[in-house]
């Protein structure tokens, strides 16, 4: 029961890895902050959760307008004067070819996964630094640790995110404050329906990758687990794990099998 008590926010809460996470902290008697734009989901992963803790309270926010992002710590901030571990989770995936995608869905995806993290970060860190301590787990992607067909926004803002939160470890520049970066692979959750197409539209498709992929319960585990230990940097990922070995020891090799079609979905 390493999170009893411990107060934790998580962005992208109202469904897949964030619902999830919510659940199992729940278990362990956290006290919940939970944000996400969509509120009846919120209150649903909410109600769930008060079967199990006494405090989980939902914050509002569309995280990829700055002002709401900036507000929503403020919010989360005030719920209980404390914030122990905040997972930043909230995402949107990409399912086109890079050539034919529209500039304005590559702004949508850096806006929620790489531009949300950073204003939050920035302006949790006051807070932090007052505070002494803090622990911020950032869920980027393997997509941010190589190229990915037909993800080729999604790819740009998880590097992006992995350069970002990769710095400010080296920097370690706020005492008491730890980062965890998540790198999962293809996790069985709905990510796929709410993907970007080229013009910006859902894919609204479930895709077969996807819902082959690890069960979200054990990919929670494993996140939970490495927070626990305060690891820097995890990988949760079967085929996608070595294709990126792959891509380290012999990067041609890559090439080919990520061209591949199987790899699409
Ligand atoms: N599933 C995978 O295979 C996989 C693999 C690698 C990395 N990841 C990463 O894991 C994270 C969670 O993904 P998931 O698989 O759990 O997908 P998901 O079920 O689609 O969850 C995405 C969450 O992000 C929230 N969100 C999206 N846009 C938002 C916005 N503008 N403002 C606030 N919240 C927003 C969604 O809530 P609302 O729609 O209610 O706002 C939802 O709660 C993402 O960062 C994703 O990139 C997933």
Redesign the pocket.
Known sequence: MHFKNKVIWI????????AELAMQLAVQKAKLIL????KE?LIKVQQKCLEHTDFCNIVI????NEYEAEDSVDKAIKQFNCIDVVFL?????QRSLGFETETKVYRKLMD??FFAAVVITQRLFPFFKEQGSGHIVA?S??AGLMGYPYRSGYAASKHALQGYFETLQTEDAVSGLRYTIVS????N???SA?ALTKDGSPHLQNDVG?LN?IPVQKCVKKILKAVENNKKHIIIARGEYWLWVIKLIVPSLFYRIANKKGMIN
Not at 11 to 18: E, F, H, R
Not at 184 to 187: F, H, S
């Open positions: 962005t992208g809460a109202s469904s897949g890895i964030g944000t996400a734009r969509s989901a926010a569309d995280l990829s989770n909230a995402g949107l995936t929620i996964n869920i992607s393997i999962p692979g293809r996790i959750t709905a990510i709410s996807q992929g």
